[in-house]
């Protein structure tokens, strides 16, 4: 192999080396900003579903016992 051959291969693997680091430095944020924001809206969905069902009509008449003349179940 000559010389010429040899700088040729370094540089074009050093310009994969680069390209690999480039995106695992770039994958890396989006990855930690992605598993933050399904750690907050999993209980962000937890307490809307909650605050959902507790002003709910339905809901009130239950825990009120004012079934309207309905069974209550």
Known sequence: M???TTVKLLAKNSLLYLALTL???TAVPVLAG???GVRLFIPGL???ATVALA???AC???LTGNSGG????
């Open 2 to 4: 000559t010389r010429s």
């Open 23 to 25: 995106a695992v430095v």
């Open 34 to 36: 992605l598993a933050l």
């Open 46 to 48: 937890l307490v809307a």
């Open 55 to 57: 002003v709910s009509p």
């Open 60 to 62: 009130r008449r239950c």
């Open 70 to 73: 309905k069974s209550s179940w």
